[in-house]
């Protein structure tokens, strides 16, 4: 663990053994720290979830990532975009701009706004500083749950993970909730800036709601970590109609480009068992 991760640790320890809120201000995360704290959890990451390591496919979801985050207030961000094959339907953000897409979003996607709009959504994680503000806000809630599952193992095995998780869901949901719209907001504005149509995500979302009946097991990841109701969806509407399509600008759908690269995904082995992946950390 780097230096910079060791104070860290012992700033959101410190804050909880104090528990006085008016600490927390002398345990704000720089955007240096954000950084090498996601690249700590990216090395970690790519060591233990698989990843694809297709050059077309790989380069096609950088390509889309960079686009959107270029448009971010935060385009000064190293950004960096994988592709994790597990056929679960999810994504997730890591500090610092390390964004990670399941395959099996990229192949239930119907069109590239909907693989855009999620991306996007991630992408406002990172914005607004979720995580972070996670950590930095620990001391209001309970900085042991949040640092056993961003900074040690504790969480990278599926027992693991659903034994922190089940006690982490009550303190965190109304964090979530918050956060999960912000994202969203985030997401529409990102998506119309980067020329693609907004209304991707929440077509994305309406289809996996009436699909997760029949899909439970690779939906599951998708819920779990991203609260979805249809009060979310009408909320992303609004905002959709609210802001207007740019005038004399046509917003970007689907393009062949993007079918290929489901074609190239569905013609590789199967991913492993979920069972046998890493469970993905809740992170945001």
């Not at 686009?67 to 339907?89: I, P």
Request: glycine residues 6%; charged residues 25%.
């Amino acid at each position: 663990m780097t230096g910079t991760l060791t104070r860290t640790v012992r700033c959101a320890r410190a804050c909880l053994v104090l528990g006085a809120l008016a600490a927390m201000p002398a345990c704000s995360i720089s955007q240096n720290e954000e950084r090498e704290l996601g690249a700590e959890e990216a090395a970690q990451v790519d060591s233990q979830l698989p990843l694809v390591g297709d050059t077309a496919i790989a380069r096609f979801v950088t390509a889309l990532g960079r686009s959107m985050a270029s448009r971010t207030s935060r385009a000064d961000l190293d950004w960096r975009f994988a592709v994790v094959n597990t056929g679960e339907v999810n994504a997730f953000a890591l500090p610092g701009g390390f964004v990670y897409v399941n395959r099996g979003l990229i192949e239930q996607s119907d069109s590239l706004d909907e693989l855009a709009g999620v991306m996007a959504h991630e992408l406002g994680h990172v914005v607004r500083r979720h995580s972070v503000k996670q950590l930095q806000e620990a001391g209001k809630r309970d900085v042991a749950v949040v640092m056993l599952c961003t900074l040690t193992p504790a969480c990278r095995t599926l027992g693991g993970r659903i034994a922190v998780q089940v006690g982490a869901d009550a303190r965190t949901a109304r964090y979530s909730q918050r956060d999960e719209s912000e994202a969203d907001s985030e997401a529409v504005v990102i998506t119309i800036r980067a020329g693609f149509a907004p209304e991707g995500l929440p077509a994305f979302l309406h289809k996996l709601m009436e699909r997760r009946t029949d899909q439970p097991t690779p939906l599951d990841a998708f819920f779990s970590t991203h609260p979805t109701d249809q009060a979310r969806i009408d909320a992303l509407d609004r905002q959709i109609a609210a802001r207007g399509a740019p005038p004399g600008r046509k917003l970007v759908r689907d393009t062949p480009e993007f079918h290929e690269i489901q074609a190239r995904l569905r013609a590789m082995p199967p991913p492993p068992p979920s069972d046998t992946v890493v469970a993905q950390r809740r992170l945001r």
